[in-house]
């Protein structure tokens, strides 16, 4: 079983930048395509980012494209989420998961198992 662990988050202002890990033990993840979700305080957990196992594609909710990148480090079991440009609608507490595959949805949080712990980030205006 694969466990996941998120860090890298923080409190920053507008316009600011951040840079998350996830971080994956357990079993290998290069096989696996990998998202980044987000929870705002009483809001669904929504889908932000995926990239397939050999990183070659990758996938962004429009609501971040063109300010957010993902990538990842296979040999050190890594998913890594670049944020610029940060805005207060960014706040959120950010997880990484791991997609179920197949044909289901790759935006759709039922398809994702396990789950890390969660990093907060919080933007101030």
């Known amino acids: 079983q694969v466990q996941l662990v998120e860090s890298g988050g923080g409190l920053v202002q507008a316009g600011d930048s951040l840079r998350l890990s996830c971080a994956a033990s357990?079993?290998?993840?290069?096989?696996?395509?990998m998202a980044w979700f987000r929870q705002a305080p009483g809001k669904e957990r929504e889908f932000v980012t995926g990239?397939?196992?050999?990183?070659?594609?990758?996938f962004y909710a429009d609501s971040v494209k063109g300010r957010f990148t993902i990538d990842r480090d296979n040999d050190k079991s890594t998913v890594y989420l670049q944020m610029n440009s940060l805005k207060p609608e960014d706040t959120a507490v950010y997880y990484c998961?791991?997609?179920?595959?197949?044909?289901?949805?790759?935006?759709?949080?039922?398809?994702?198992?396990?789950w890390g712990q969660g990093t907060q980030v919080t933007v101030s205006s």
């Open positions: 998961a791991v997609f179920l595959g197949g044909n289901n949805d790759y935006t759709a949080r039922k398809n994702y198992d396990p």
């Open positions: 357990g079993r290998t993840i290069s096989n696996y395509f």
């Open positions: 990239i397939t196992g050999g990183g070659g594609s990758t």
